[in-house]
């Protein structure tokens, strides 16, 4: 794999408005390093320990996004440094990283997760439950969270057209809120199989791992 020929890649590939987030969770950080000359500067992770690790040892202008599903009892470990939280299904979780943003006395941007695809196994909260949170007088109340947009996953398909049009609702679904929540501008949604379908579906936000640093070794 040849990392910073890919950044490139994927940098002259992608419109000016979409964001590149390279997911970079199980590689190592010579891994990492490489995109970073690439020009690359967000990466995002899906466990907090691996991300706090590698926050500690890489350059202090990378932004780290979060892109897993986010335990509360753990939120303490990257609210310090974390830029963006990708996941969030709750107004618990919002209300956990609210006080511990304020505790560091940063306010941490985040985007609701909306559930899209088809498998059950697929975290996230309906379009319903998302406008509840933000209606909500408790959100009203925080003052060190920002949600500025949503993210999804599309089911994991060789099925273009179902993806399309599981991105496609979401697409919907963000018109819709920005209507009535202005402070939502960003819509995280594609991977490496499916990133350019979402792009055509208006994404502002690329999470692109494998096509970038090759398959994953879990063992
Ligand atoms: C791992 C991961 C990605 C990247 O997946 P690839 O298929 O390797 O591009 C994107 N989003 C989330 C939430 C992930 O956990």
């Known amino acids: 794999m040849d990392i910073s020929e890919n950044i490139k890649k994927y940098k002259g590939e992608l419109p000016d408005e ?61 609210a310090p440094f974390v830029s963006l939280i990708h996941a969030v299904d709750s ?13 560091n006395e940063r306010t941490i941007n985040c985007l609701l997760q909306i559930k899209i695809a088809e498998e059950d196994s697929k975290f996230g909260i309906s379009a319903e439950e998302a406008k509840e949170i933000l209606k909500s007088e408790a959100y009203g109340k925080m003052e060190n969270v920002r ?8 089911t994991f398909t060789d099925d273009q057209e179902q993806v399309s049009s599981e991105f496609k609702y979401l697409k919907s679904v963000f ?45």
């Open 18 to 78: 979409v964001k590149l987030v390279a997911i970079s969770k199980t590689k190592p950080n010579e891994d990492l390093m490489e995109a970073y000359r690439a020009g690359q500067r967000i990466f995002g992770e899906n466990k907090i320990q691996e991300m706090t690790d590698k926050w500690e040892a890489l350059p202090g202008d990378i932004e780290w996004h979060m892109v897993g599903h986010v335990q509360r009892n753990k939120v303490k470990y990257m």
């Open 91 to 103: 107004l618990k979780l919002l209300k956990e990283i609210n006080k511990r943003a304020k505790q």
């Open 147 to 154: 949600v500025i947009g949503l993210m999804g996953m599309a």
């Open 175 to 219: 018109d819709d809120f920005k209507k009535q929540f202005p402070d939502l501008t960003e819509l995280s949604m594609g991977m490496s199989g499916d990133y350019q379908i979402a792009v055509k579906h208006g994404s502002t936000m690329v999470r692109i791992g494998s096509s970038i640093f090759g398959a994953r070794n879990y063992n």
